[in-house]
Every structure is written in C-alpha cells, then in structure tokens.
C-alpha cells in the first residue's frame, strides 16, 4: 500500500498517472516531497529512483538538478539502468563476480566485463519497494531481499527514508538493514547530477568544480576492479584535494583515467572515526551558482563522471550526451569481500546496517 502527499502542480511537471503501473500485485507510483523553502524532490518506488531534484540557482529559478524520467515506463526501460536508483546488495563491482564467506563460495551475475556491477541484473535498483509517505517532506521505502537473492546469502530487510529539511535545502538518505544470516551489505544511490540544470542537450559537467575530501583513492585494472592498492592523489589529476574543474585534467594521458574512460573511481574519505558523519565532497557549478555539499557516513566515494552517457532521452525531452551527469555514490570500497585488507563490509544478524548520506544545496551568489 503505497501513500503519497501527490503535488499536480508540482515543480518538476510530473504526472501521477504516468507513474501508476501494477506488476504482480505492487504498485508503483510518484511521490513529491517538498520543504518550507519551497525546494521539491521527486521519487517513484521502482528501484527508488530520483526523478528530480528541483533546486533554485542564484537568481531563484528553479531547475531539476539530475537525470530523471517522466514515466514509469521511461524508468524501468532507461538506456541507463541505474540512473538515480539504490544500488544492492553490493554498490560497484565484485571481481569475477565470487566471494568466500565462511568456507562458502558463493557465485553472482556477470553483468559489466568480467565483474559483477550494482548487485547484478536484477538488484535492488529493479525491486518495487513498499512505500509510505506519511509526511510532505518525506517517504520511507521498505523491501525484503531473500535469501540468494541475485546469489547473496541472508534473508535482508532494508528500510530507507529520503527526506528534505525544512528550513534548509538538504537532502538526506538514510539506510537501515538488517539480516538472518551473515552477508555482504553495500548500499548507495546513483545520483546523475548536473547543477546547470537538465536541457536538451544537458550540457557537460566539464565545468563543475569539485573537491573531495580524499588524501587516497583506489587504482583499478583495466576491468574496474581495485588493484589493492591505496595511492595518494598528491600530484596527479585524482587529486581534488583543492578544486579544480572536471575538465581540467579529464583527458590526460593518465592510466586510470584512460582505464575509466574519465573519473570512475572510489576516493577514500579522510575520517578521524568510522560512521561518523563527515564531509565527502564539493561540488559548484559557475554559471548557475548552484553549489552542493555532500556528506556520508561511509568510507568512500565513488566519482564518476557519465563516461558511458550516450545522448538518451529523458523527461520532457531532455537529452543525456557523455559526461553530461556527475556521481558522487557514498559506499564502501569496490571488490572488499575479496580484498581482506579493505574495511569490512559484512553484516552478522545481531547487527544493523546504518549509512547516512546528505546533499546539501546552496547557492554561491557572487558573479
């Protein structure tokens, strides 16, 4: 039973009716939260997808800040299938799409190369979630994955609340999960966004100026699996320490850009305590003013600039070209349960799973 606080007259121009489609007996729909200053967020509950984020620039105009869709259809049919979504059980990739866990090996879906991506095929980013809006500025999502599910052990139920602040323009996710039985749990949200606005074409993020709170990032092989190392950003274009632009250094002849096709890696977040709330990145956007903090609770973050964005459309006729959308997807590290060295990602069925991540939106007035 889904409940929703629906806005006709909504910022973002969505409609309800294009949202409500019934597959085996759930329902998806739309949902709308807004807060006191007048900021909306749009959401369906199929893979718990962002459909918009409308935020004001430096003049007051409102524009949707992310890639979305304007139809359920739209969504589950997406040319980019994890546009906005949750990602589970496991955010990334997995190498060779294995891990041991207690003597057990266990065997997921390949679904990007050799690897396993974002939970596979058929992860969380697919699931029609239960959802409850019981107040304007937000909704809860719940959802059960069962045991094996896409070859992950442990019944996992996963409850996530989106909601904005009312006095300010923030936006926060906030995970639960718990499980029966020891397993592997990494969740995030595949936020695209371009704080110039959706257009047809979107324009590029080239122009973004992004800090990251990293004195580390994780270098990969030419599949996107972490080496295992962990190399400072000192001194090569992986260093966001100070801003620069994305463009800056994008195309440098560099071996992990050229891997990536672009950015597409996980940075290590300077933490002085695990779980603690911190921030993770910066990112502005010159023209608009739009300016947005991110902060998390988790380890890492994965930048990832829209390399494989292939000009799609998308709502209202907007269209996606390459490196038209930037992630920032707060997470633990790529291919841990195989990387013994890497913080854990393992949750024992006395515990609960507990990640926040928050997206500050402001405006930087000055011309």
Known sequence: MNNTFYIEDNLSGLDRKNFLKTFDDKQTDLFILKNKKGMEVAVTNYGCALLSIMAPDKFGKYANVVLGHDSIENV???????????IGRYANRIGKGKFVLLDEEYHLAINNGPNSLHGGPTGFHTRIWDAEQTAQNSVTFTYLSKDNEEGFPGNLTVEMTYSLEDEENVFTIDYKATTDDVTYVNLTNHAFFNLAGAATPTPSIENHVVSINADYYLPTDETSIPTGEVRFVKDTPMDFLTPHTIGERINEPFQ????????????????????????????????????????????????????????????????????SGICFEAQCFPDTPNKAHFPAALLFPEEEYRQIT???FDVDSED
């Open 76 to 86: 589950i049919n997406s040319p980019e299938p994890f546009l906005n979504t949750v």
């Open 358 to 360: 928050v997206y500050k």
């Open 256 to 323: 992990a850009l050229q891997f990536g096709s672009g950015y597409d890696h996980c940075y290590v977040l300077k933490k002085d305590e695990a779980g603690v709330l911190d921030i993770a990145a910066i990112c502005s956007e010159p023209t608009s003013g739009r300016v947005m903090e991110v902060y998390t609770t988790e380890a890492g973050v994965q930048l990832y600039t829209g390399n494989w964005l292939n000009g799609f459309t998308g709502a209202h006729g907007a269209t996606f070209p390459r490196r």
